[in-house]
């Protein structure tokens, strides 16, 4: 199982920008989905998750700024940036919770390589 994160790049502070990650491999199901992100020095911290449910949860820095959607279908995680400040500067990480084919049916928990998020002010 391989997750692909893209759109990451050069923002300028208060611009939008939208990063996806496609889940791609032997997949039966995906509980949830969502985004960490790490700053340089600083710990990696939640910034949203998503059920296949469509429950979401956001961390408290990117509330009403953020949004995170999936595409069940495709297997496909985004996020929608909008209004971003400078400390949303970082490497932002797609992670995955669900079951694989390996060729039982086994849950595993997977992580992107992460996409890097400049922000300009």
């Known amino acids: 199982v391989q997750l692909v994160e893209s759109g990451g790049g050069l923002v300028q502070a208060g611009g939008s920008l939208r990063l996806s990650c496609a889940a791609s491999?032997?997949?039966?199901?995906?509980?949830?989905m969502g985004w960490d992100r790490q700053a340089p020095g600083m710990q990696r911290e939640l910034v949203a998750s998503?059920?296949?449910?469509?429950?979401?949860k956001y961390g408290e820095s990117v509330k009403d700024r953020f949004t995170i959607s999936m595409d069940n279908a495709n297997n496909t995680v985004y996020l929608q940036m909008n209004l971003v400040k400078p400390d949303d500067a970082g490497v932002y990480y797609c992670n995955a919770d669900l079951w694989v084919d390996e060729p039982t049916s086994t849950r595993r928990g997977v992580w992107g390589q992460g996409t890097l998020v400049t922000v300009s002010s």
């Open positions: 491999g032997n997949i039966l199901s995906i509980n949830n």
């Open positions: 998503i059920t296949s449910g469509g429950r979401t």
